[in-house]
């Protein structure tokens, strides 16, 4: 099992920008995709980016496509997830997940950390 903690949630105006982190521990060395996810009031959670640890493939929601940036650090086991140009309609619990197999990195995620809230007013 891979424990992870997500961090840099916040409260931000629209338009401005906000970096998480999730730091990894644990059967690291299993990881195949890491991914961040999030989940509005009253919606169900959304995929939001995936990164394949290996080659560092990335994917993206079409919702933030152009405005969010994920990215990882190997020797740290941290991945990351700029969040640029935001918007109400971002506004969410953000959760970082490992996923260990499997060629879809939109769903199957393994583990799963506690979230981070991210708030962005208008």
């Not at 099992?1 to 059967?27: F, K, M, Y």
Request: hydrophobic letters at 35%; charged letters at 20%.
């Amino acid at each position: 099992q891979v424990q992870l903690i997500e961090s840099g949630g916040g409260l931000v105006q629209t338009g401005e920008s906000l970096r998480l982190s999730c730091a990894a521990s644990g059967r690291t060395f299993s990881t195949h995709v890491m991914g961040w996810f999030r989940q509005a009031p009253g919606k169900e959670r959304e995929f939001v980016a995936a990164i394949r640890w290996s080659e560092g493939s990335t994917y993206y929601a079409a919702s933030v496509k152009g405005r969010f940036t994920i990215s990882r650090d190997n020797a740290k086991n941290a991945v990351y997830l700029q969040m640029n140009s935001l918007k109400p309609e971002d506004t969410a619990i953000y959760y970082c997940a490992v996923k260990r197999g499997g060629i879809a990195v939109r769903n199957g995620y393994d583990d799963w950390g506690q979230g981070t809230q991210v708030t962005v007013s208008s």
